[in-house]
């Protein structure tokens, strides 16, 4: 009677805990994910940057980040489809936006040369000027909450983007001191994600990053989630 009862109760524990993952899933989704290849790549095959945070919380994460897209984009068409990063933001109740961007702009839009008026433009050295701080601002004004993710390094071995590696530490210095401003602003840096000479986190071209990267960064997202929810 009593292995019986216990069966039982153990039964009834498992299926409530399915109910509430399925519940979770079910919900509209509160998590929207923003940005360029960093957040994008692997979206195809579903296990992206946004998957992974799915997996790690149990709920729906909607992903509108595209591959090449920049915080800097003028082109209107193109641009409305995603390629200019504020024009991802779509409608909804949303309490936490992951997002990330400044890299194409510094990459294509410079060539890792002279960027210093283009890191200008995205972000001014105090943090509350030029294109990031307008678009976190305006995506702070609809009442989420920002994780905003820093770009992977490859220590140890050479990458095509190996000569940007100044400008991008000095981009993501400036973005580490905009969200010290605001304490809804969460800066996810990537800097020591890469152990030395190991390129199991970078995909073949050794820029965007690999599926073991991209589970790794959606984790980091999530705890970051996790730890700062309103209570």
Same mark, same amino acid.
Not at 24 to 41: F, H, Q, Y
Not at 159 to 176: F, M, Q, V, Y
């Given at each position: ?13 498992? +299926? ?32 992206? /940057?946004? #998957? ?10 909607? #992903? ?16 409305? +489809?995603?390629?200019?990063? @504020? ?12 997002? #990330? ?33 307008? +678009?976190?601002?305006? +995506?702070? #004004? ?30 993501? @210095?400036?973005?580490? /001191? ?43 997202? @999530? ?9």
């Amino acid at each position: 009677m009593f292995k019986s009862s216990l069966g039982l109760a153990t039964s009834i524990t498992f +299926l409530l805990s399915i109910s509430a993952a399925l519940a979770a899933r079910e919900a509209p989704a509160r998590i929207l994910v923003m940005g360029d290849s960093l957040l994008a790549s692997h979206a195809i095959s579903g296990r992206a /940057v946004a #998957n992974s945070i799915e997996s790690a919380l149990q709920e729906q994460v909607r #992903n509108r980040s595209v591959v090449g897209a920049r915080i800097l984009y003028n082109l209107p068409i193109s641009g409305a +489809l995603g390629l200019k990063i @504020a024009k991802q933001y779509t409608k909804g109740q949303w309490d936490w936006i992951v997002l #990330n961007g400044g890299g194409n702009d510094v990459w294509l839009g410079c060539g890792c040369n002279r960027c210093d008026r283009k890191i200008n433009r995205l972000i001014s050295r105090t943090g509350d000027n030029g294109g990031i701080p307008d +678009l976190v601002t305006r +995506l702070r #004004n609809t009442g989420a909450r920002i994780v905003y993710v820093g770009y992977l390094r490859s220590p140890g071995f050479d990458s095509p983007i190996e000569n940007c590696k100044d400008e991008g530490d000095e981009l993501e @210095a400036r973005i580490k /001191v905009m969200a010290n401003r605001d304490n809804g602003i969460y800066f996810l840096s990537l800097r020591d994600l890469v152990p030395y000479g190991d390129l199991s986190f970078h995909a073949v071209d050794r820029i965007h990053p690999s599926l073991k990267a991209s589970s790794a960064i959606g984790r980091l997202a @999530a705890d970051i989630i996790r730890r700062n929810e309103p209570q």
